[in-house]
């Protein structure tokens, strides 16, 4: 059974006594996204403005999330007394090109289901919410793969991540509520729980045959052998 309540109170105890290195990774990965966007967003061209700025800021949020998906997963493996440093989240950034292009691909799908409807589009970002945790477990997966891989792990439990995302939102106003200060407490605790959901997501597509456990260390692109 989807049980966030579970997965959440996980988090908090995989948190506790660990929480200065996830606090200093956010503030960095906080500051990294206001230093570029201000930067790409200083033009007096409107069309740049609007254009270059957006696309560039997909795309730096894409790799720096990549980063904190890599992070989170070694921090979810690792023994509770030896949590990984900062090194390992600067680690995440060496896969830049990757995570390019795994942010590219899912929004360029998104994109295209959005432009039949919202529902649609809102739909495909949960199916899809899995890839980046399939990538920074084992970056040698193609981005084609992990994409579709996504999409087979969260069959039958997007209602669920919904309600598991939904249930930050207060959380959310109060971190804003605070001029973002809380977020260094609650974006971590977001980030486990997300991560301890794909491992029981993981766990499920394997007992159930929908995915292989070889699928998730294999870069083979094969959908007739993985997809059941």
Known sequence: MFDRLAMKADARKQLKGNR??????TIIAVVIIAILYSFVGATDK?????????????IITGIISFALAYYYVSFK?????????????????????????A???????????????VIPGLIKIIAYSQMFYILAENPDISVRKALRMSI??????K?????????FLGWFILSCLTAGILFVWTLPYIQLTAV????YLKSQAIACGTLDAEDFTSSTYDTGRYIK
Not at 87 to 92: A, L, V
Request: proline share 6%.
């Open 20 to 25: 200065t290195v996830p606090a200093i990774i």
């Open 46 to 58: 409107p069309d740049e403005r609007t254009i270059f700025p957006s696309l560039l800021g997909i």
């Open 77 to 101: 493996n690792a023994p509770e007394d030896d949590k990984p440093g900062i090194r390992i989240f600067f680690d995440g950034f060496n896969y830049w090109f990757k995570a390019l292009c």
């Open 103 to 117: 942010c590219l691909w899912e929004r360029l799908w998104i994109a295209l289901w959005t432009l039949c409807f």
């Open 152 to 157: 087979y792990m969260t069959q039958g439990h």
């Open 159 to 167: 209602s669920e991540l919904f309600m598991m995302y939904l249930s």
């Open 196 to 199: 301890n959901a794909y491992y």
